[in-house]
C-alpha cells in the first residue's frame, strides 16, 4: 500500500459515519508542517496569517506551540473579532476603509493595545481620525513596503500590485507624517514578497519556465533583501523603538529568515499544504487540509461523478486555481466539465473500483480558502476523529 493509498483508508475510517461533502485537518500532518516553518524561520518567530488558517481553534493550537507568536489578519473588523477572543497580537496585513471598525478599535483600550493597522499612504490616516467617533485611543501603524522587482529600468515589473512605497525616503517620509500626527504610533514594518513566497519554482512538466522563475526569484531576493535593510534604517531613523520588521511567507521562509534586518516571518499556507505548494524546491510539506464529496453516480466505465466540488480559488482563473482530485490516486477531470458546482465527473480507471456513497478527497488550491466552503473541520488522529471545531464561517463570520 502506497503512503497516500494508507492516507485514504484512514481519512475513510475516521469518516465513516459522516456522509460528504465533509473536511478534515489531519493533525500529524498539520504539526509536522508547524514544526518545519519553524525550522526554517531559523529562531525567528513565526506571525500567522489568518487567512491562511480561518480557523480559531487551529491558531490556538499553533500559536500554543514554540516558534509561534502573533497573528497576521485581514480585515479590521476579524481582527477586533479576534482580539475580543484573547488574541493579543494582531497585525492588519491590508489597508482598511470600515469605518465602523477604526471608530470601535479608538474607544477600546483593550482592542487598541492588541490591533495594529497597515498603512501605505497618509490618506489612510485621515480615514482613521475621521471615524474615531470620540474615541481618544492611540492607534498602532505599521508600514508595508512594495516588495516588487523593477527590471529593464522600471519597464518589467515583477510583484503583486500592493503599497506605492517602494524607496527609504518614501518609507521615512511617512514614518515622519505618523510621528507628527496626535493618536498614532509607528511600531512596526512589513514587506510581502509574494513573488518569491507565493510562486512555486519547480513546475511540474516546464523545466524552462521553472529554471526562469528561479532566476528571477534569486534577483528578486538579492535586491529586495539590500532595499529593505536600507529601507529599515531610514525608517529606524525617525521611529528607533520599531517594535517588529515582517516578511516572507510560506514559500521563502528560510530566505526572508537570513535577513537581519526582519525581525519575524508571516506564514500560514504552510500549515495546510494545499496543492498550490506542491512546486517548490526549498521545502516539501505534507497534505494537511483536504475534504471530501460523495460519489453520486457512475456513467459508464472509468467515470464516476462526485456531488459538487467547484471551489476555485482566487487570482487569475487558470488550471492552477481548481482543487485537485487526490485520494483515490489517478483520477482527472473531464476537460470539459471540470469541477462543476452541482456535479463533478471524474475519469481514470480507479472509478472503476468506487462505489456509490464513497467518498473522493481532494486538495483546494489555496490555504484558507476551503474554510469559506465548509462550517467545520474534522481534526483526525491516525485513523479516529479527535475532534470537530468551527472554520469562521461556521462561527457565523464572512469577513471578505
Not at 8 to 13: G, I, K, L, P, V
Not at 174 to 193: D, K, N, T
Not at 323 to 337: F, H
Request: glycine share 10%; hydrophobic share 45%.
Amino acid at each position: 500500500m502506497t503512503p497516500r493509498a494508507a492516507d485514504r483508508a484512514r481519512y475513510d475510517r475516521a469518516t465513516a459515519h459522516l456522509d460528504a461533502p465533509v473536511a478534515i485537518v489531519d493533525l500529524e500532518a498539520f504539526d509536522a508542517n508547524a514544526d518545519d516553518l519553524v525550522r526554517r524561520a531559523g529562531g525567528k518567530p513565526v506571525r500567522v496569517a489568518s487567512k491562511s488558517v480561518r480557523c480559531r481553534a487551529l491558531l490556538e493550537r499553533v500559536l500554543a506551540r514554540e516558534g509561534f507568536a502573533g497573528i497576521m489578519s485581514f480585515t479590521l473588523d476579524e481582527s477586533l473579532w479576534l482580539a475580543r477572543a484573547g488574541f493579543e497580537d494582531v497585525l492588519l496585513a491590508y489597508p482598511s476603509a470600515d469605518r465602523a471598525a477604526f471608530g470601535a478599535l479608538a474607544a477600546d483600550p483593550k482592542l487598541a493595545a492588541a490591533v495594529t493597522v497597515m498603512i501605505d499612504d497618509p490618506a489612510q490616516l485621515d480615514l482613521v481620525d475621521q471615524a474615531r467617533a470620540g474615541g481618544t485611543e492611540e492607534i498602532r501603524v505599521c508600514l508595508e513596503l512594495d516588495t516588487s522587482l523593477r527590471m529593464l529600468g522600471g519597464r518589467v515589473r515583477v510583484g503583486a500590485l500592493r503599497s506605492p512605497l517602494r524607496e527609504p525616503a518614501q518609507l521615512a517620509e511617512l514614518a515622519r507624517s505618523v510621528a507628527r500626527r496626535p493618536g498614532f504610533r509607528l511600531v512596526g514594518l512589513m514587506a510581502y514578497e509574494g513573488h518569491v513566497a507565493g510562486v512555486g519554482d519547480a513546475v511540474a512538466g516546464r523545466p524552462l519556465r521553472s529554471r526562469a522563475i528561479r532566476l528571477m526569484q534569486a534577483a528578486a531576493r538579492k535586491e529586495l533583501a539590500a532595499r529593505r535593510a536600507a529601507v529599515v534604517r531610514a525608517v529606524r531613523a525617525v521611529a528607533p523603538d520599531l517594535e517588529f520588521v515582517n516578511g516572507g511567507g510560506t514559500g521563502s521562509v528560510q530566505h526572508t529568515a537570513a535577513e537581519e534586518a526582519v525581525t519575524e516571518i508571516a506564514a500560514g499556507s504552510g500549515l495546510y499544504v494545499p496543492r498550490l505548494f506542491d512546486n517548490y524546491t526549498s521545502f516539501t510539506g505534507r497534505p494537511a487540509a483536504l475534504f471530501a464529496q460523495p460519489v453520486v453516480r457512475r456513467p459508464g466505465v472509468g467515470v464516476v461523478t462526485v456531488l459538487g466540488g467547484g471551489y476555485p480559488a482566487s487570482g487569475a482563473a487558470g488550471p492552477d486555481r481548481l482543487p485537485v482530485p487526490y485520494l483515490p490516486e489517478g483520477l482527472r477531470y473531464d476537460p470539459q466539465e471540470g469541477p462543476g458546482e452541482v456535479q463533478t465527473p471524474l475519469l481514470g480507471s480507479p472509478a472503476d473500483d468506487l462505489l456509490i456513497g464513497d467518498k473522493v478527497w481532494f486538495r483546494h488550491a489555496k490555504a484558507g480558502e476551503l474554510c469559506e466552503r465548509f462550517d467545520s473541520l474534522h481534526l483526525v488522529e491516525g485513523d479516529r476523529i479527535t475532534a470537530t471545531v468551527p472554520t469562521y464561517r461556521g462561527e457565523g463570520r464572512t469577513f471578505l
